[in-house]
């Protein structure tokens, strides 16, 4: 790891030399560090001051801090524009080939490149923070507390290292400058949002709550930083000369992994959709076990928001429960409609938490998948806290259908983890694209011949079986 | 030194390079020629392990590329196609950026990069920024990179391009001397002159296969024919009949000189010189008809059959 670190560092160590020869860069990132610093104070004197006439000195709290996170952030934004370039740019220049043809290895030089785009700007960002917060001290007398500029320094570290990262992997994988730039808004949309909400934060002065987003931009950053080192390829970085989407290539990738070998169609299952499940071990686990921790935390969360006693009508449990079960909204149960609108439900929030799973490496397709088990457990603990058996609540509701529901939903999420972690995981025989649509064939094959059949069953016994049981055991 | 066995590169459907066996021992010098797009620079790639081969086996200074990449990239240097050069660096601190990067001491490095400068001339240089140099200099200060860490192996694709006549002469002389330090050198050119004063052995490349090996003599013997020799004579042949032994062929016959062709132009010329000598005529001259080894080239190239990859020893 040192090693790697030495060497990447002399890597990086020219390339910083070689922006501070290169006034484009270094005239933005002074100008943010000293002059923009200096307009945010005046701006912040003229609010104190006018918000003091009207006696609404929040606003002038809640600016200030706000202000300062902003000209911590602005020099950041410059080192999106060098790590737009940074692999791509050497490639246009023709300066690239020697170094992939040196002993260093993949993790060097692309840490090399990281931090030699995250470096400059990042000072820039600290000499900002520093020549706010002298004047503004000077001005106003106002100072943060530690945890707060800590808090401020962290966000900008974090915000920097999440667009670094992103836009290391973009130029890493494209072939010009330009289709790097044009790439740059995948990384400045989401950035510009998570600014918003930071924003926020800083008006509303939860300041404790920033600590989450500190904390998710560094997961972010690490795995977009494990996504650029596992898809790192030099040959396909020297080699590639064309961005083209061809979806027919795409198309015959997808359908050839998609049929698998040829074989009889019990065989072919067996292979293409049974063997699978070998290979989605350890995501499986995974899901199982974030599925148990979810029952739990929503057990936890009886006790945080518990149903008012008089919500829950025990006396009339019976008629109440027979009238909820004959008409629950939407879904009529003993009908091949509800049967219908249940599975179709299933099939939107598996196609929902798939596509969020994508965007996020499987983790927001995850949170949401499983957010049912947490209510299940909520509802169990209520139960529970209102005398009824959790167990008997469990049987009379969730198992009859649970049991292939259960099943198909923890299938659908170690799919997504697949789907995610395949832009995480180094594969020298595929490219990235090639990977991930093998990985997706897969998803489709599994969605289709096993997640499907096992979720009509359960909507079946949803519709038809549950509700009896539960009228059984609870209507009398 | 640098040893590759059915080497194979395709790009998706396109077979950039086609089971190509090369050896070359330490001490020699390979010439990889070719026209543009013949599998020269790939096969390079391949050897640098910048590129995956498709199949095949590859081993440079005892490594293989696949399994020892890293072991590979340090035992070779590389001349590439494009210079690779950072414009706002200076000379010096260019080498010594690369010195680091090949793990060379401090005190050898700078040892090393001075020898260097002076070997190429590029001394009064040393403080100018690489993006003022011509692009001879710049090609001299790509040859100086690539011989930095003294590799044992040496892949230099075009050498000498876009050189002036006396800095190519500067680099060719360096190559000459590299190769007599033990090191497995493959040259890859356009410039059959310099293939033919450089290279103990030479491989013509085409559509990825090697349609052609051997010594410059070698080739022009195998695709050209056997060598053709004139003489002068002192005085006019005057319907004189020659003495020609049995496997002399005449080609050209002037007044006072013929060329002709013979196969074993070892045993039958001495033997040819007798019989003149013998009838009284009296022999001025004896010399080879030079052929180019363009001429090699073009017969190589424009030949329409393949016979598959060759191998090369």
């Given at each position: 790891m040192w090693t790697d670190f030495k060497k990447a560092m002399i890597i990086t160590r020219r390339e910083v030399r070689d922006q501070f020869r290169d006034w484009r860069i270094i005239a933005p990132i002074i100008i943010l560090t000293v002059f923009f610093p200096g307009l945010m104070n005046f701006t912040a004197q003229q609010a104190v001051d006018f918000v003091g006439k009207y006696g609404a000195p929040i606003i002038a709290d809640r600016l200030i801090p706000f202000l300062l996170m902003v000209v911590g952030f602005f020099p950041i934004s410059v080192s999106l524009v060098i790590a737009l370039e940074s692999f791509v740019g050497e490639k246009e220049r023709r300066s690239i080939e020697p170094l992939l043809s040196s002993p260093l290895t993949d993790v060097q030089l692309y840490l090399g490149k990281l931090m030699a785009v995250m470096f400059p700007p990042l000072i820039g960002s600290f000499l900002g923070i520093a020549v706010y917060l002298i004047g503004v001290y000077r001005q106003v007398g106002w100072a943060p507390d530690i945890t707060l500029l800590i808090q401020v320094i962290g966000l900008a570290v974090v915000q920097s290292l999440v667009m670094v990262s992103g836009a290391v992997v973009v130029s890493s994988q494209t072939t010009s400058v330009r289709a790097a730039n044009l790439l740059a808004s995948f990384i400045i949309i989401p950035m510009a949002l998570l600014l918003v909400g930071e924003s926020m934060i800083m008006f509303w002065a939860k300041y404790e709550v920033l600590w989450w987003a500190i904390f998710g931009q560094a997961i972010i950053a690490w795995l977009l930083i494990r996504t650029g080192i596992a898809h790192f390829n030099r040959e396909e970085l020297l080699g590639k000369e064309l961005d083209s989407i061809n979806l027919k290539w795409a198309w015959q990738v997808f359908r050839d992994a998609f049929r698998?070998?040829?074989?009889?169609p019990w065989q072919w299952w067996r292979v293409n959709v049974w063997g699978i499940l070998k290979e989605l071990k350890w995501a499986l686990v995974l899901v199982l076990l974030i599925s148990v921790g979810a029952v739990f935390v929503g057990i936890t969360q009886a006790d945080v928001f518990p149903i008012p006693a008089g919500l829950l009508d025990w006396g009339n449990l019976e008629e109440g429960l027979v009238t909820g079960i004959e008409d629950f909204g939407p879904i009529r149960f003993f009908s091949v409609q509800g049967l219908g609108i249940i599975f179709l439900h299933n099939m939107r929030a598996i196609a929902l938490d798939s596509l969020l799973g994508i965007f996020s490496f499987g983790v927001l397709g995850i949170i949401t998948l499983i957010l049912p088990f947490s209510i299940i457990g909520y509802f169990s603990a209520i139960m529970g806290q209102t005398g009824l058996s959790p167990g008997l609540f469990l049987i009379g509701f969730?198992?009859?259908h649970g049991i292939f529901e259960i099943p198909a939903i923890i299938l659908t999420g170690a799919l997504i983890i697949r789907l995610g972690l395949t832009l995480v995981t180094p594969n020298k025989d595929y490219t990235i694209g090639e990977a991930w649509i093998r990985t997706l064939a897969d998803w489709t094959r599994l969605i289709l011949f096993l997640v499907i059949p096992l979720l009509v069953v359960a909507a079946f016994l949803e519709v038809f079986i549950t509700p009896r049981i539960a009228l059984a055991l609870f209507g009398g | 030194m640098i040893v590759t066995e059915n080497l194979t590169k395709y790009f998706k459907d396109f077979?950039?390079?086609?089971g190509v066996s090369l050896h070359v021992k330490a001490g020699k010098v390979l010439a990889l020629l070719?026209?543009?797009?013949?599998?020269k620079t790939t096969t390079v790639r391949m050897l640098t392990t910048v590129l995956r081969p498709s199949s095949g086996t590859a081993r440079v200074a005892g490594y293989?590329?696949?399994?020892n990449s890293g072991e590979v990239r340090g035992s070779v240097g590389v001349l590439t196609e494009d210079h690779g050069l950072y414009d706002r660096m200076h000379m010096v601190e260019y080498l010594d950026f690369f010195g680091k990067i090949y793990d060379m001491p401090d005190g050898k490095r700078e040892e090393r990069i001075l020898h260097l400068l002076e070997k190429f001339d590029l001394m009064d240089a040393r403080d100018r920024r690489i993006g003022k140099f011509s692009k001879g200099m710049r090609q001299k200060l790509s040859l100086a990179r690539a011989l930095l860490h003294s590799p044992p192996v040496l892949l230099l694709d075009e050498?000498?391009?876009?050189?002036?006549p006396a800095s190519a002469r500067l680099v060719r002389n360096a190559i000459k001397t590299l190769r007599s330090e033990d090191r497995a050198i493959i040259v890859c050119t356009h410039n059959l002159a310099e293939a033919e004063e450089l290279a103990d052995s030479i491989a013509i490349i085409r559509t990825g296969q090697i349609i052609a090996f051997g010594t410059a003599a070698e080739l022009k013997e195998q695709l050209l024919g056997p060598g053709e020799y004139r003489i002068q004579l002192a005085e006019p042949l005057d319907g004189r009949t020659l003495p020609l032994p049995s496997d002399v062929e005449i080609t050209k016959k002037g007044s006072d000189w013929f060329t002709f062709r013979v196969e074993k132009a070892q045993h039958t010329n001495p033997l040819l010189i007798q019989n003149l000598v013998a009838t009284d005529y009296a022999v001025v001259k004896l010399e080879e008809i030079p052929r180019s080894l363009e001429s090699v080239y073009l017969q190589a190239v424009n030949q329409t059959t393949k016979e598959g990859g060759g191998h090369v020893d």
């Amino acid at each position: 790891m040192w090693t790697d670190f030495k060497k990447a560092m002399i890597i990086t160590r020219r390339e910083v030399r070689d922006q501070f020869r290169d006034w484009r860069i270094i005239a933005p990132i002074i100008i943010l560090t000293v002059f923009f610093p200096g307009l945010m104070n005046f701006t912040a004197q003229q609010a104190v001051d006018f918000v003091g006439k009207y006696g609404a000195p929040i606003i002038a709290d809640r600016l200030i801090p706000f202000l300062l996170m902003v000209v911590g952030f602005f020099p950041i934004s410059v080192s999106l524009v060098i790590a737009l370039e940074s692999f791509v740019g050497e490639k246009e220049r023709r300066s690239i080939e020697p170094l992939l043809s040196s002993p260093l290895t993949d993790v060097q030089l692309y840490l090399g490149k990281l931090m030699a785009v995250m470096f400059p700007p990042l000072i820039g960002s600290f000499l900002g923070i520093a020549v706010y917060l002298i004047g503004v001290y000077r001005q106003v007398g106002w100072a943060p507390d530690i945890t707060l500029l800590i808090q401020v320094i962290g966000l900008a570290v974090v915000q920097s290292l999440v667009m670094v990262s992103g836009a290391v992997v973009v130029s890493s994988q494209t072939t010009s400058v330009r289709a790097a730039n044009l790439l740059a808004s995948f990384i400045i949309i989401p950035m510009a949002l998570l600014l918003v909400g930071e924003s926020m934060i800083m008006f509303w002065a939860k300041y404790e709550v920033l600590w989450w987003a500190i904390f998710g931009q560094a997961i972010i950053a690490w795995l977009l930083i494990r996504t650029g080192i596992a898809h790192f390829n030099r040959e396909e970085l020297l080699g590639k000369e064309l961005d083209s989407i061809n979806l027919k290539w795409a198309w015959q990738v997808f359908r050839d992994a998609f049929r698998g070998e040829k074989a009889s169609p019990w065989q072919w299952w067996r292979v293409n959709v049974w063997g699978i499940l070998k290979e989605l071990k350890w995501a499986l686990v995974l899901v199982l076990l974030i599925s148990v921790g979810a029952v739990f935390v929503g057990i936890t969360q009886a006790d945080v928001f518990p149903i008012p006693a008089g919500l829950l009508d025990w006396g009339n449990l019976e008629e109440g429960l027979v009238t909820g079960i004959e008409d629950f909204g939407p879904i009529r149960f003993f009908s091949v409609q509800g049967l219908g609108i249940i599975f179709l439900h299933n099939m939107r929030a598996i196609a929902l938490d798939s596509l969020l799973g994508i965007f996020s490496f499987g983790v927001l397709g995850i949170i949401t998948l499983i957010l049912p088990f947490s209510i299940i457990g909520y509802f169990s603990a209520i139960m529970g806290q209102t005398g009824l058996s959790p167990g008997l609540f469990l049987i009379g509701f969730v198992l009859p259908h649970g049991i292939f529901e259960i099943p198909a939903i923890i299938l659908t999420g170690a799919l997504i983890i697949r789907l995610g972690l395949t832009l995480v995981t180094p594969n020298k025989d595929y490219t990235i694209g090639e990977a991930w649509i093998r990985t997706l064939a897969d998803w489709t094959r599994l969605i289709l011949f096993l997640v499907i059949p096992l979720l009509v069953v359960a909507a079946f016994l949803e519709v038809f079986i549950t509700p009896r049981i539960a009228l059984a055991l609870f209507g009398g | 030194m640098i040893v590759t066995e059915n080497l194979t590169k395709y790009f998706k459907d396109f077979c950039a390079v086609d089971g190509v066996s090369l050896h070359v021992k330490a001490g020699k010098v390979l010439a990889l020629l070719g026209p543009n797009g013949a599998g020269k620079t790939t096969t390079v790639r391949m050897l640098t392990t910048v590129l995956r081969p498709s199949s095949g086996t590859a081993r440079v200074a005892g490594y293989d590329v696949l399994e020892n990449s890293g072991e590979v990239r340090g035992s070779v240097g590389v001349l590439t196609e494009d210079h690779g050069l950072y414009d706002r660096m200076h000379m010096v601190e260019y080498l010594d950026f690369f010195g680091k990067i090949y793990d060379m001491p401090d005190g050898k490095r700078e040892e090393r990069i001075l020898h260097l400068l002076e070997k190429f001339d590029l001394m009064d240089a040393r403080d100018r920024r690489i993006g003022k140099f011509s692009k001879g200099m710049r090609q001299k200060l790509s040859l100086a990179r690539a011989l930095l860490h003294s590799p044992p192996v040496l892949l230099l694709d075009e050498p000498t391009s876009a050189m002036d006549p006396a800095s190519a002469r500067l680099v060719r002389n360096a190559i000459k001397t590299l190769r007599s330090e033990d090191r497995a050198i493959i040259v890859c050119t356009h410039n059959l002159a310099e293939a033919e004063e450089l290279a103990d052995s030479i491989a013509i490349i085409r559509t990825g296969q090697i349609i052609a090996f051997g010594t410059a003599a070698e080739l022009k013997e195998q695709l050209l024919g056997p060598g053709e020799y004139r003489i002068q004579l002192a005085e006019p042949l005057d319907g004189r009949t020659l003495p020609l032994p049995s496997d002399v062929e005449i080609t050209k016959k002037g007044s006072d000189w013929f060329t002709f062709r013979v196969e074993k132009a070892q045993h039958t010329n001495p033997l040819l010189i007798q019989n003149l000598v013998a009838t009284d005529y009296a022999v001025v001259k004896l010399e080879e008809i030079p052929r180019s080894l363009e001429s090699v080239y073009l017969q190589a190239v424009n030949q329409t059959t393949k016979e598959g990859g060759g191998h090369v020893d």
